[in-house]
């Protein structure tokens, strides 16, 4: 424990990790956060890293960091500004001095802010902090890279494996500023390089120096405790987004008792789900690599017919590939869950940066009348409960299902509670011989339950249920290819209508807040955290606001219209240009009180931006 006898205790604190892409910020970043989710704290997480594979060392365009927003309660979100950065180079410096709070603690390499960094960075002068005009922050200007090859001098390491453990150094001290145990970090360490022994010894090493060397030269005058919350009992992991999603499809499908099978190809920042999942064959997943993003979906249309939970995990670029196939999905309404992890668009677009441009597709990205189930996750931990009620929606009512989460969330992570499966609900395909026992010759595949219009599930090998389905339009009740106007038209209404009854099945829209507000913030998927705390700043100004953050788009909750209609002012908040906004005033052509909030940066909202522009809308005459 550390000598300084001066101890600060506070509630929150937002700290960034930030280097080349080298650096190895995000390893020190996922230890951090793991560490203090373990420890009892709430956490919420933002990896940002580029796009490039490997952009020159120490330039802008390089820049690669992870920031974690830690505290004994209320984290909703990543956080706007930092309290504390650690900058292991001029660049990262640079790109993050917009974060910076008041009185910030910038913890940076001084080995690495010589004149030929400085230049690499296109500073014009020496002087980094006075140029950027940080009078306002602490520096901190410790030898990083030199101290942490003292640290593994007789190592065994080579000098380029040495300069690999300087993020252990500076995690270290971090560790010591916010009184992190670092028993909790060696056990990380030592399952992260289980199968390189030197690797573990020397980053436990330098990570074991950096905390000492903080804590026996009193680096700062203070350091800060965070005490932990008092949780529920149970075991907790920091879980990200992509993970859960992997958890839920698992979860759903032994509820199900069906095999789980994702045809997937890889996209960032999808791919993360493909590898989860290619992990577990000890629970029977099959999960596939397919050769392009079209036989993803087919194969998993395929292993649909077949019996399966299905699936396919993309992003936008693959979802616009995947279009075809998802129409002949809805045509032979067949249960498929489709993972859309939305980034920055159009086309490649930023692929590693966040948004939520992918809704409009989601919607109407297919050709003809082609109705389906859209919804979207609000948190890393949401990814979990979302997947397994997509899985749920799909396979009960025969249905493909959209699920839409976000670079923000997928790659963002909180502390979980795993949780007991006892709690979930079965889930119960409409099986054809549970209502045609003995009495398969009056069978035909569109035949449908009269209430729900869900069709019957005749998986292949169930005796006397031999069928064949496709993407021609089916008699309605031949089911035998038909060009028939009348039936068409049946068939087409028939499709929608069993969407939109799937509202029954749905809870209600919640909405949280002051009961008697004449102004209603609405937001969907990713951005739930930051439109939460945002609320939470208006109401604490004395302003009366209500907030709802919508999971189901499509059918949407059976009160959205009179919900809406409630209020004078009507917010949605989204990282689009309007697209939920314009999807609720066409589907409820009566509403006149909706206003938007509309940024596209693929960056996360920053809290005050979203407290000042919601002030300015209500205050608005």
């Known amino acids: 424990m550390p000598t300084n006898s001066v101890i600060t205790d506070i509630q929150q604190v937002t700290i960034r990790f930030s280097g080349d892409s080298g650096d190895g910020m995000q390893l020190s970043g996922t230890l951090f956060s793991t560490l203090s989710a373990i420890f009892g704290n709430e956490i919420a997480t933002f990896p940002d890293f580029p796009a490039e594979i490997r952009a020159p060392q120490g330039s802008l365009q390089g820049v690669s960091g992870y920031q974690v927003r830690i505290g004994a309660k209320d984290v909703y979100n990543s956080g706007d500004k930092t309290d504390v950065l650690v900058a292991m180079n001029p660049a990262a410096l640079k790109v993050n001095a917009q974060y910076l709070k008041r009185g910030s603690i910038v913890l940076y390499d001084t080995d690495s802010f010589q004149k030929k960094d400085l230049d690499k960075a296109l500073y014009t002068t020496q002087d980094p902090f006075t140029e950027l005009k940080l009078e306002h922050v602490q520096p901190v200007g410790v030898a990083i890279t030199s101290l942490t090859k003292a640290s593994l001098e007789g190592s065994g390491l080579e000098n380029k494996d040495m300069l690999r453990c300087k993020n252990m150094f500076a995690l270290g001290i971090v560790c010591w500023l916010f009184n992190r145990p670092l028993e909790i970090a060696d056990m990380l360490l030592q399952q992260k390089f289980a199968k390189k022994p030197l690797l573990v010894q020397a980053n436990i090493k330098a990570m074991s120096d950096g905390y000492n060397y903080g804590n026996n030269i009193h680096l700062t005058a203070s350091t800060y405790r965070i005490e932990p919350i008092e949780g529920s009992k149970g075991f907790y992991i920091d879980v990200n987004g992509n993970t859960a999603t992997a958890y839920g499809l698992i979860a759903a499908a ?87 992890v939305q980034r920055s668009g159009p086309s490649t677009g930023m692929p590693t940066k966040s948004e939520q441009t992918d809704l409009n597709q989601a919607l109407y990205g297919r050709n003809g009348e082609s109705p389906l189930v859209v919804m ?155 439109l939460l705390e945002a609320t939470l700043r208006i109401q604490a100004s004395g302003r009366k606001v209500a907030f709802a ?32 906004a314009a999807y609720l005033c066409g589907k409820y052509e009566d509403l006149g009180n909706i206003h938007r909030f509309n940024k596209v940066e693929g960056q996360p909202f920053k809290v005050s931006e979203l407290v000042e522009g919601f002030t300015k809308i209500m205050e608005a005459k």
Request: contains cysteine; proline residues 6%.
């Open 376 to 530: 979207a996750a609000a948190s890393p931990t949401d990814c979990f409960e979302s997947a397994f009620e997509a899985s749920k929606i799909a396979l009960e009512h025969m249905t493909p299902a959209v699920l839409l989460t976000d670079g923000y969330i997928a790659n963002g992570s909180s502390a979980w509670k795993i949780p007991d499966m006892k709690d979930y609900p079965e889930i119960k395909p409409p099986y054809v011989e549970k209502y045609y026992k003995g009495d398969a010759e009056k069978w035909r595949p569109y035949m449908r339950d009269e209430e729900s219009l869900v069709r019957y599930w005749g998986v292949p090998g169930t005796p006397g249920f031999m069928h064949r389905i496709g993407g021609l339009e089916k008699d309605k009740l031949t089911s035998i290819i038909s060009s028939n106007p009348e039936n068409h038209q049946y068939m087409v209404d028939t499709r929608r209508k069993k969407i939109e009854k799937i509202a029954d099945f749905i809870p209600e829209q919640k909405v949280v807040g002051d009961k008697d507000a004449d102004t209603l913030i609405v937001g969907w998927g990713g951005t739930y955290g930051h």
């Open 254 to 340: 032994e509820k199900a008792g069906l095999q789980l099978f994702l045809g997937s190809y890889p996209i960032t920042p999808a791919t993360d789900i493909l590898q989860e999942l290619a992990k577990r064959k000890d629970l029977g997943v099959k999960a596939l690599q397919m050769e392009d993003e079209i036989a993803g979906i087919t194969s998993s249309i395929g292993a649909s017919f077949a019996g399966c939970l299905a699936a396919t995990s993309t992003s936008g670029p693959g979802l616009a590939l995947k279009s075809e196939a998802l129409g002949l999905a809805v045509m032979t309404e067949l249960p498929l869950v489709v993972i859309d």
């Open 549 to 580: 953050h919508f999971r189901h788009i499509s059918p949407l909750p059976k009160n959205t219209h009179d919900l809406l209609k409630k209020y004078k002012k009507v917010i949605v908040a989204e990282q689009n240009n309007g697209q939920f």
